[in-house]
């Protein structure tokens, strides 16, 4: 499951999430969710999300669907993810991978989480062997390339063409 915390203001509006509190919407929901999959009958009680004796079905079939934030990764971020979910993905604008994937294994290691967290890094230009071993030591754990939109004769050879530059 992917998400994003939200930046544009007149959208947050719209949907009657504070500005200030996305993150705290964001992570009800989160929790929410969590209960309702994975509880015979859930309830949560919130802030922004409420609701009583519940049933949702059919469950997921695995015990844990893992949830990545998408946002840039300044401290605050990387802390709500340590504390809240399984990994990062990158945006278009993210520069200094290493250095973001340095702040949130440290904020993991503060919440005492075990393991490591995902980091998925979105491929906006060719990627060089010195940019695949610089993600590996930083603990990139996915690459993500847009695909064309286009018939399909195109996009396999778009992939056979990305498959080919990978070490």
Request: glycine share 10%; charged share 20%; hydrophobic share 45%.
């Amino acid at each position: 499951m992917g998400a994003g915390f939200g930046w544009n203001t007149d959208e947050l509006a719209d949907h009657h999430v504070p500005a200030g509190k996305r993150r705290t919407v964001l992570r009800e929901y989160v929790e929410a969710m969590r209960a309702l999959w994975t509880q015979e009958e859930a309830a949560y009680d919130g802030e922004f999300v409420s609701f009583g004796p519940s049933w949702a079905y059919p469950k997921p079939v695995q015990p844990h669907i893992p949830l990545v934030i998408g946002a840039e990764a300044g401290p605050r971020t990387v802390e709500w993810i340590a504390a809240n979910a399984d990994g990062w993905m990158t945006t278009p604008r993210t520069s200094d991978i290493a250095a973001s994937a340095k702040l949130l294994h440290d904020a993991w290691a503060a919440a005492g989480r075990d393991g490591a967290p995902q980091i998925h890094l979105l491929i906006v230009a060719k990627p060089s062997p010195d940019d695949f071993a610089g993600w590996a030591d930083a603990g990139v754990t996915d690459l993500i390339w847009g695909v064309p939109d286009a018939d399909e004769a195109t996009v396999v050879g778009y992939l056979d063409k990305v498959a080919g530059r990978l070490p």
